[in-house]
């Protein structure tokens, strides 16, 4: 299901097994639409993106994550600080991934 209140603008919509039909067209076909969502019964499961849209999109979190970092560290980061943060994030991180 889509999130509530989002729809792709002029993204092409598919089967996935159309698009198993259909997939080297599809990516042609990228370039100048940008987007395609795969469906299964109706319903959005994938989206087929083209390299230069995830690229800009992979840029744009890189730069959004390094502001925040800026943000959260303006007065300044010790050493030890740095590695206590870095500590517990991965200590987070590792915890989800066990499902705890």
Known sequence: MEPQGVRLMC???????EAKKRLTRLIRELDAQGTVVITRRG???AVLLAYRRWAEAEQAEALRRLDEVRRRFAGGISA???WAEARRELEERHAGGRGD
């Open 11 to 17: 993204a092409q919509r598919c089967s996935v097994a």
């Open 43 to 45: 319903e959005p499961v």
């Open 80 to 82: 030890e600080q740095a």
